[in-house]
């Protein structure tokens, strides 16, 4: 077993009504069994505070897609760090691609977003990853030491206690196109051996770095066995709960 904390994260993104999310929830809490890894959902919004009620006391975490950095105030439609805590959620994934890609969110403003959840205690699952084209060119460790630098290395050391990194190539997520297990491997080498370069081994070493982008239960076992790899965010297999144990039980 690996040392590192080891996590399976579901995204649920924008899917699943409150009655939808009801029953997901009933099936996941049937299925749920003592793991190596730590379990998470990430509901919509509106159904965070219910998830979080219906999972209390369980082994499996409700957390949020994603917040705003500002602590509240005049930003139409969107959701603080403080109420997030306020409903028993302490973690928030920040920086998904999708949110980059439709939402325009830029490396700066997940800097002020890390920040924001950090002050409030919030853990940050924090998302990156190269697109086809960088992936193409030869240019994906370039792309991704970016991403990590202009979002992260503003943080002291000790703030990456509270951070747990999700290497997610644009092109495989929702597409059925996986990134190779060695691929996800060496991509994962490279992120531990950037924040060393930084913060030093200690940091590097105790790092969580989840693969995300088409993991499903065929090719979970493989993926999870890389030794860089400490497990995954989840996208669309995370919506039905024999699949999504499925790759929680690859561990
Ligand atoms: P996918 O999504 O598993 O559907 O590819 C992963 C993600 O977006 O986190």
Same mark, same amino acid.
């Given at each position: 077993?690996?040392?590192?904390?080891?996590?399976?994260?579901?995204?649920?993104?924008?899917?699943?009504?409150?009655?939808?999310?009801?029953?997901?929830?009933?099936?996941?809490?049937?299925?749920?069994?003592?793991?190596?890894?730590?379990?998470?959902?990430?509901?919509?919004?509106?159904?965070?505070?219910?998830?979080?009620?219906?999972?209390?006391?369980?082994?499996?975490?409700?957390?949020?897609?994603?917040?705003?950095?500002?602590?509240?105030?005049?930003?139409?439609?969107?959701?603080?760090?403080?109420?997030?805590?306020?409903?028993?959620?302490?973690?928030?994934?920040?920086?998904?691609?999708?949110?980059?890609?439709?939402?325009?969110?830029?490396?700066?403003?997940?800097?002020?977003?890390?920040?924001?959840?950090?002050?409030?205690?919030?853990?940050?699952?924090?998302?990156?990853?190269?697109?086809?084209?960088?992936?193409?060119?030869?240019?994906?460790?370039? /792309?991704?030491? &970016?991403? !990590? =630098?202009?979002?992260? @290395?503003?943080?002291?050391?000790? *703030? #990456?206690?509270?951070?747990?990194?999700?290497?997610?190539?644009?092109?495989?997520?929702?597409?059925?196109?996986?990134?190779?297990?060695?691929?996800?491997?060496?991509?994962?080498?490279?992120?531990?051996?950037?924040?060393?370069?930084?913060?030093?081994?200690?940091?590097?070493?105790?790092?969580?770095?989840?693969?995300?982008?088409?993991?499903?239960?065929?090719?979970?076992?493989?993926?999870?066995?890389?030794?860089?790899?400490?497990?995954?965010? /989840?996208?669309? &297999?995370? !919506? =039905?709960?024999?699949? @999504?144990?499925?790759?929680?039980? *690859? #561990?």
């Amino acid at each position: 077993m690996k040392m590192r904390k080891q996590i399976v994260a579901g995204n649920w993104k924008m899917n699943n009504n409150l009655s939808q999310t009801e029953a997901l929830i009933d099936a996941l809490k049937s299925k749920s069994q003592a793991s190596n890894a730590e379990v998470m959902v990430a509901p919509t919004f509106t159904n965070l505070y219910h998830a979080s009620q219906a999972l209390h006391g369980t082994t499996i975490e409700v957390i949020a897609q994603n917040m705003h950095f500002a602590e509240n105030g005049a930003y139409t439609g969107e959701v603080s760090a403080s109420m997030l805590k306020s409903i028993g959620v302490k973690t928030v994934i920040l920086g998904h691609s999708e949110r980059r890609e439709y939402f325009n969110e830029t490396d700066d403003l997940l800097a002020k977003k890390v920040d924001a959840a950090l002050a409030n205690d919030l853990r940050v699952i924090f998302c990156f990853g190269e697109e086809l084209a960088d992936r193409k060119s030869g240019n994906q460790d370039a /792309i991704v030491e &970016a991403q !990590l =630098k202009n979002a992260l @290395f503003h943080l002291e050391g000790e *703030a #990456f206690k509270n951070i747990v990194l999700a290497y997610e190539p644009v092109w495989a997520i929702g597409t059925g196109e996986t990134a190779t297990p060695e691929q996800a491997q060496d991509m994962h080498a490279f992120i531990r051996k950037t924040l060393a370069g930084t913060y030093g081994d200690d940091v590097a070493n105790d790092m969580t770095i989840l693969y995300g982008g088409s993991v499903k239960p065929a090719n979970a076992q493989e993926i999870f066995s890389k030794p860089d790899v400490d497990g995954g965010l /989840i996208g669309g &297999a995370a !919506l =039905k709960a024999d699949d @999504f144990f499925a790759i929680v039980n *690859a #561990f």
